[in-house]
C-alpha cells in the first residue's frame, strides 16, 4: 500500500502498526508538508498538494492507498473531496493518539479509518 503523509513524520513503530492493523506491507510512504498561505485561496493550495504526491491517474484509481490527513481542519476536508475525486472513492485514514503518560509526548496509530465503508454505512440511515 502507499502512505501519504500529509501530517508529522511516522516513526518506524507507528508504520509497523500501520502493517499489523491493515495486515498490508507498506510498500512506499510519501511525505507531503502541508503548508498552505491562509491569505490565498485554499483549493488550488490544496489540489497542489495532491500534485505533490506524484501518482499518475491509473494509481489514483488503483493503488490501495492509505491517508494520514493533515491536522488543519479545513485542509484535511477538502483534501478528502479532492482524493475522493482522484480515486473515486473515499481512502482509508489513519487516527493517532497521544500514548498515556508518556514524557515526552509520544503518539501511537489508534484506528485505520475505511472511510468508504463509513460512507457506504451513512447511506443506509439516510
Known amino acids: 500500500m502507499i502512505l501519504l503523509n500529509y ?4 516513526t518506524r513503530a507507528q508504520l509497523a502498526q500501520v502493517e499489523a492493523l491493515t495486515g498490508q506491507p507498506i510498500e512506499r510512504v510519501i511525505e507531503l508538508r502541508c503548508q498552505i498561505d ?3 485561496p485554499l483549493l488550488p493550495q ?3 498538494l ?13 493503488a490501495p ?3 494520514n490527513p493533515p491536522s488543519l481542519n479545513y485542509i484535511a ?5 479532492e482524493l475522493h475525486g482522484r480515486c473515486g472513492y473515499f481512502p482509508a485514514m489513519l487516527r493517532l493518539r497521544p500514548v498515556p503518560d ?10 485505520v479509518l475505511n472511510l468508504q465503508r463509513v460512507r457506504d454505512a451513512a447511506r443506509c440511515r439516510r
Do not use: M, Y
Not at 7 to 10: E, G, K, S, T
Open 7 to 10: 501530517a508529522h513524520p511516522l
Open 50 to 62: 495532491v500534485e505533490a504526491a506524484g501518482l499518475s491517474p491509473e494509481e489514483w484509481q488503483t
Open 65 to 67: 492507498l492509505l491517508i
Open 102 to 111: 508518556s514524557a515526552p509526548s509520544q503518539f501511537e496509530v489508534a484506528e
Open 77 to 81: 476536508v477538502v483534501l478528502l473531496a
Open 46 to 48: 490544496v489540489t497542489a
Open 38 to 40: 491562509p491569505q490565498q
